[in-house]
């Protein structure tokens, strides 16, 4: 499974974004893909993910309103929206694939490599 993300950048504080994922290898119908943060010094941690099967969407509650988590099943990809960004939104965004929920917490069996959003003030 390979996993390719683009669309990070350097914006201004209210910008928009758009972080794109392409996934190779296998179909993920049974699972979720979405997008994990990590920032300077702090852990990684969950930002949204999307049903492949039926479409619902999760999102954290520090981007939720802002961002908007979307899929192509037929280009195996998906899509996060941020809109209204923050200096903290800055972060390396990972894409991963074969979501789930595991209590509180949501994790991934796959990753991509990160790509950088940094937001100005």
């Not at 309103?65 to 037929?74: I, L, P, Q, V």
């Not at 903290?88 to 694939?97: F, Q």
Request: aromatic share 12%.
């Amino acid at each position: 499974v390979q996993l390719q993300a683009s669309g990070g950048g350097l914006v201004q504080a209210g910008d928009s974004l758009r972080l794109s994922c392409a996934a190779s290898g296998r179909t993920f119908s049974s699972y979720a893909m979405g997008w994990f943060r990590q920032a300077p010094g702090k852990e990684r941690e969950f930002v949204a993910a999307i049903n492949w099967m039926n479409g619902s969407t999760y999102y954290a509650a520090s981007v939720k309103g802002r961002s908007t988590c979307s899929r192509d099943n037929n280009k195996n990809a998906v899509y996060l929206q941020m809109n209204s960004l923050k200096p903290e939104d800055t972060a390396v965004y990972y894409c991963a694939a074969n979501m789930y929920a595991d209590g509180t917490k949501w994790r991934a069996d796959y990753w991509g490599q990160g790509t950088q959003v940094t937001v100005s003030s």
